[in-house]
């Protein structure tokens, strides 16, 4: 009997609320900025509903060569935090000038901490290269597709939620606890997957898994020479590598050409999968390429 009152209490205040959610500017939503779709899922599983989070890069777009449009920035500008992942093809260039026109916005780097390594054959830094295509110094950015990095990267996440939200911090701390067992999951599936894959290289479009490559003890070849489409020679020199180390794996990421991938998977008689590390469905993309790389052709 004594819940009837509670019952219309609560009917009470539901209709009450959705009243005043027409006017939707009295508690505007906090909100924070990743670069790409796999911080988001890191950043909202630390956060649960305490925060909006906006990615910069589109799924389907280049993080090397994107450029945010104005629109975007103004976007940017109203996040409590962003956090790049490091060196990023244009994360460089902007969060200087974003640093510049929002002094309000905390400006975090998820990769600070994390052991980089040389980013052979690759350049990603068309955006302040403009004319010198020489990678130089270049270090591979890629750090999101090695579980054992991400400990570090969402440490860092972690730890700027927590200085910006001091009140906030055992439930970020738990929530950090339970996405660390998924990670840790993660990472032994894939080492249980890749020991007994039949081969030990792989060929890729794009060099997205170079940390992963590092982890689990593969090979990462790219088709792509410091940035551009290869030359006839470096493709050719490619495909005899390829035959030599007997390679049966190539992926091309998602928005990237796959011409000349079907080309060299012809003459060296592999297979071509797209795979998307940009996605937010981190886990099931990691595990999907590690799948893939521990078939047997015969099964
Ligand atoms: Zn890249």
């Known amino acids: 009997m004594q819940k009837i009152p509670f019952l219309l209490l609560a009917?009470?205040?539901?209709?009450?609320?959705?009243?005043?959610?027409?006017?939707?500017?009295?508690?505007?939503?906090?909100?924070?900025?990743?670069?790409?779709?796999p911080q988001r899922f890191f950043l909202e599983q630390l956060t649960g509903d305490d925060y909006t989070v906006h990615t910069l890069?589109?799924?389907?777009?280049s993080p090397e060569t994107y450029e945010p449009s104005p629109s975007v920035m103004i976007s940017l500008g109203k996040s409590e935090i962003y956090f790049r992942v490091g060196d990023l093809g244009f994360e460089k260039a902007w969060s200087g000038r974003l640093a510049e026109n929002n002094p309000a916005v905390q400006i975090v780097d998820c990769s600070a901490g994390i052991e980089l390594?040389?980013?052979?054959?690759?350049?990603?830094?068309?955006?302040?290269?403009?004319?010198?295509?020489?990678?130089?110094?270049?270090?591979?950015?890629?750090v999101w597709t090695s579980p054992r990095a991400m400990?570090?990267?969402?440490?860092?996440?972690?730890?700027?939620?927590v200085r910006a939200n001091p009140e906030r911090e055992s439930f970020f701390r738990d929530n950090f606890d339970r996405l660390t067992e998924r990670i840790n999951f993660v990472d032994s599936t894939l080492t249980a997957l890749l020991e007994k894959s039949p081969t030990r290289s792989f060929i890729i479009y794009h060099p997205a898994l170079g940390y992963f490559a590092r982890d689990y003890g593969l090979q990462q070849y790219s088709i792509e020479f410091e940035g551009k489409n290869p030359s006839p020679a470096q493709l050719r020199k490619l495909v005899d590598l390829a035959r030599r180390e007997q390679i049966n794996t190539l992926f091309v990421q998602r928005g990237f050409d796959l011409k000349n991938a079907e080309v060299i998977a012809g003459e060296i008689g592999a297979e071509v999968f797209e795979i998307d590390p940009l996605r937010y469905e981190w886990e099931e993309e990691l595990i999907r390429i590690a799948t893939i790389l521990s078939r047997r052709e015969n099964e």
């Open 11 to 37: 009917l009470f205040l539901t209709v009450a609320c959705s009243g005043g959610s027409k006017n939707r500017d009295h508690a505007p939503q906090k909100v924070l900025t990743v670069t790409i779709e």
């Open 151 to 161: 400990r570090i990267f969402t440490q860092n996440m972690l730890d700027a939620l």
């Open 57 to 61: 890069v589109p799924s389907g777009t």
């Open 117 to 142: 390594m040389a980013g052979v054959l690759h350049d990603h830094d068309h955006s302040d290269h403009a004319g010198d295509d020489a990678p130089h110094d270049a270090l591979d950015p890629h």
